[in-house]
């Protein structure tokens, strides 16, 4: 039972999810508009933004909104150095992302990302895809004890694997 939960989390997660590469081809650079690049973006809850940049010049600071207002790399939440950092848009809300070399974050190099919830909006097929959502996680009912209870999220398991299935056979 746990692992057909933790299938459906998986599974709805790979199907919908988008990676947004930070400024296109730019990059997470000098001298790009990173306000001009997010008009164009719209970002759900599993969506994932990668920074590609020269390490030596450039990092990824995870800062909350009074850091990113006033460009301050003194505490950041997280620090991506690597030349290529991913960073999974959870939860919902605000995010907010600064470069902490030198002064490049009032050069520009800051960005505010708005997460919506996932998605009823997603072109993902209809009725499986709502099942996944509108059933309650199975924490509240244990699967042995009630037998009536455990059926649906068994079948909702059943049919998503068909889905799995044909999706794969589609790629
Ligand atoms: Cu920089």
């Avoid at 909006?121 to 209809?126: A, C, D, M, Q, V």
């Avoid at 499986?128 to 009536?148: H, L, M, R, V, Y």
């Amino acid at each position: 039972m746990a692992l057909g939960v933790l299938l459906l989390l998986c599974c709805a997660t790979w199907v919908s999810a988008t990676d947004h590469t930070v400024g296109d081809s730019s990059g997470w650079e000098l001298n790009v508009n990173y306000t001009n690049w997010i008009s164009g973006q719209s970002f759900v809850v599993g969506d994932k933004l990668v920074f590609k940049y020269a390490a030596s010049q450039h990092n990824v600071e995870t800062v909350n909104a009074a850091a990113y207002n006033a460009c301050s790399s003194s505490s950041p939440i997280s620090t991506g150095t690597t030349g290529q950092t991913t960073i999974t848009l959870d939860p919902s809300g605000k995010h907010y992302f600064i470069c902490g070399i030198s002064n490049h974050c009032s050069q520009g190099m800051k960005l505010e990302v708005d997460v919506a919830e996932s998605s009823s909006t997603s072109p993902s097929p209809p009725s499986s895809s709502t099942t996944n959502t509108t059933t309650p996680p199975s924490t509240t009912t244990t699967d042995n004890n009630s037998g009536a209870g455990s059926l649906s999220p068994v079948h909702a398991t059943v049919a998503f694997m068909g889905l799995v299935v044909l999706k794969l056979g589609v790629f």
